[in-house]
């Protein structure tokens, strides 16, 4: 049995030391301060001196190791011990190697396959307890946050279709009226013919001045400015952390 460490950086290769001062103030009173969390980076160390972690690149497998707490593009934060597993080094040389065909670099995403993600399962496989909550917290939230966008405007498509199907039906249906009235002979027995009959011009001018339902193609773009300006109320922040990195 070997002790699987965790090793956690915060996260400051920004390339700006006025940004890189705020994540470390913002890690500071997010985790020091009250516990909830920050903006991390981290990586596993099991057997020998290197740490194991996953990152961006546009070729070939995006999982890395280096010399233990010395990864030259963050700022080494804290190390906690997630357990012992049970594997022998060859089998933990196994698991690696089948993560590193799973983990391309070009599948890097800040929200939801980052890191933290990486180290998680790995830990997962070894058979030893997952990462804190805390570490990747605020990617967590943010891959929430948008999965919720995106099931709420999925359900505002579907909405916006069954209207406009709806609405082409009723004016389809009022169209047949105003062109059929003027043709079909008056049943003096029928009231309800009778009021049509009255009716005939003001559905002809309906029709002709704008009843017309919207396409589909500019209910569109209405929910596209709709989603833009919700976006841009709630969206800084997001798009800020993510340029971080």
């Known amino acids: 049995m070997t002790e699987v460490i965790l090793h956690i950086y915060d996260v400051t290769n920004s390339g700006s030391e006025k940004t890189n001062s705020t994540i470390m103030q913002i890690n500071k009173i997010f985790k020091d301060g009250i516990g909830l969390g920050g903006i991390f980076h981290s990586a ?5 001196d290197d740490e194991w972690s996953f990152g ?3 070729y070939g497998t995006g999982v890395f ?5 010395s990864n030259p593009m963050y700022t080494f934060r804290e190390s906690m011990v997630l357990g012992r597993t049970n594997f022998p ?3 933990v040389d196994q698991v690696l190697r089948k993560l590193s065909r799973e983990w391309p670099g070009s599948s890097y995403d800040l929200l939801s396959k980052n890191c933290n993600h990486f180290c998680d399962e790995l830990c997962d496989r070894l058979g030893v307890q997952k990462l804190p909550g805390w570490v990747n917290r605020f990617a967590n939230a943010g891959d929430a946050a948008l999965e919720v966008a995106g099931n709420t405007a999925l359900r505002f498509r579907q909405a916006k279709t069954e209207i406009v199907s709806a609405s082409k ?3 389809q249906f009022l169209a047949g009226i ?4 003027g043709a079909a002979p008056e049943d003096p027995g029928s009231s309800s013919r009778g009021t049509l009959g009255v009716q005939a011009p003001w559905f002809k001018n309906l029709i002709t001045t704008g009843a017309k339902p919207s396409s589909s193609t500019e209910i569109d773009n209405q929910d596209e400015d709709v989603l833009l300006r919700q976006q841009e109320e709630t969206g800084p922040d997001l798009l800020q952390w993510h340029n971080l990195r």
């Open 169 to 171: 039906v009723a004016y």
């Open 56 to 58: 961006f690149c546009n």
């Open 89 to 91: 080094i060859f089998k």
């Open 65 to 69: 190791s280096c010399p233990s707490k």
């Open 44 to 48: 596993v160390q099991v057997y020998g």
């Open 178 to 181: 105003a062109s059929n009235n």
